[in-house]
């Protein structure tokens, strides 16, 4: 029986192997659980659910949202937590200037991706949005920060900076969940392979 519980926790440790660089202060990827989560900080969102459809639930997916958090001694807000079989596979947060410093001071610069540019807005093809990013091996995760200037699909002008901190693996396997109010350029940026 030993072999048997020692031979199935083998099975899901590359799915949930710690990492000791992922995440943002007590928020480890493969390690915290919503239940370790202060509910006066977080509000569970409502149901995910696939993409293309209105009621077919991502049964596995929990998403938490903070909408102001201290992490560390930096103000984030939001900071949105994403669970899948209740174990923390991403995160996204908005990236401003002191968690900037810190990140990088922690991490160092991350790899740039080229500029892309976008025809979002359907009514003038001219308004366009650049999406600039650049990522940060993290173990099994990855680091990524997206760079939105211009105009989006409601033809509203949009600037903001967001961090996204993820486990591919589990990326790849959630992907068709419908995850894109958290951070809707992720996808165009990058793509888990």
């Known amino acids: 029986m030993k072999n048997l519980v020692l031979f199935l926790s083998l099975l899901t440790s590359p799915l949930y192997a710690q990492s000791e660089k992922a995440g943002l202060g007590p928020f480890r990827i493969g390690i915290t659980t919503p239940d370790s989560l202060r509910r006066v900080d977080f509000k569970e969102q409502e149901l995910v659910v696939v993409k293309g459809t209105l009621a077919l639930p991502c049964a596995n997916i929990r998403v938490f949202k903070a909408d102001t958090i201290e992490v560390q001694g930096i103000r984030i807000a939001p900071l949105f937590l994403v669970f899948?079989?209740?174990?923390?596979?991403?995160?996204?947060?908005?990236?401003?200037?002191?968690?900037?410093?810190?990140?990088?001071?922690?991490?160092?610069?991350?790899?740039?991706?080229?500029?892309?540019?976008?025809?979002?807005?359907?009514?003038?093809?001219?308004?366009?949005?650049v999406l600039e990013s650049e990522s940060w091996p993290l173990g099994d995760c990855v680091?990524?920060?997206?760079?939105?200037?211009?105009?989006?699909?409601?033809?509203?002008?949009?600037?903001?900076?967001?961090?996204?901190?993820a486990r591919p693996s589990v990326v790849a396997i959630t992907s068709?969940?419908?995850?894109?109010?958290?951070?809707?350029?992720?996808?165009?940026?990058?793509l888990p392979r």
């Open 176 to 190: 068709e969940c419908d995850l894109d109010h958290i951070e809707p350029y992720l996808e165009k940026i990058w």
């Open 143 to 165: 680091a990524v920060v997206i760079r939105a200037v211009g105009y989006n699909a409601r033809c509203q002008p949009e600037q903001r900076s967001r961090l996204t901190i």
């Open 84 to 129: 899948h079989e209740n174990r923390l596979f991403r995160l996204t947060c908005d990236y401003g200037e002191p968690l900037q410093k810190a990140f990088v001071a922690q991490h160092g610069q991350g790899r740039a991706k080229p500029a892309s540019s976008l025809a979002l807005c359907d009514r003038d093809r001219a308004k366009r949005l």
